[in-house]
């Protein structure tokens, strides 16, 4: 099985920014639509960023309203890592961030948490007002 680790988590200040990582293992990374969601205490997990197997021919992404135009998600297959890019943070981004994939397929964009195979353990973010 597929193993992802998130880091990258912290506290910080409405408006300011954090860079989340997502380390997966193996050598099939760059086959993998992967994602990112977030659940807040209370909450049901959501999601927030998606981007497309890099055998497409354009890199696709994919964003929730609630993060269109703040953030940005990215990978570096070299890296077997995807990146979320959080600018403008908000008090409601405050969340357990989890990174997410799933091999590629017909179907995008995944946006269901059912529809990923492998998830990693989370990385908080707080946001304070």
């Known amino acids: 099985q597929v193993q992802l680790v998130e880091s990258g988590g912290g506290l910080v200040q409405a408006g300011g920014s954090l860079r989340l990582s997502c380390a997966a293992s193996?050598?099939?990374?760059?086959?993998?639509?992967m994602a990112w969601f977030r659940q807040a205490p209370g909450k049901e997990r959501e999601f927030v960023a998606a981007?497309?197997?890099?055998?497409?021919?354009?890199?696709?992404?994919y964003y929730a309203d609630s993060a269109k135009g703040r953030f940005t998600i990215s990978r570096d297959n070299a890296k077997n890592t995807v990146y979320l890019q959080m600018n403008s943070l908000k008090p409601e981004d405050t969340a357990v961030y989890y990174c997410?994939?799933?091999?590629?397929?017909?179907?995008?964009?995944?946006?269901?948490?059912?529809?990923?195979?492998?998830w990693g353990q989370g990385t908080q973010v707080t946001v304070s007002s």
């Open positions: 997410a994939g799933v091999p590629y397929g017909s179907s995008w964009p995944r946006k269901r948490d059912h529809e990923y195979d492998y």
């Open positions: 193996g050598r099939t990374f760059s086959i993998y639509d």
């Open positions: 981007v497309r197997w890099s055998g497409v021919s354009t890199i696709s992404t």
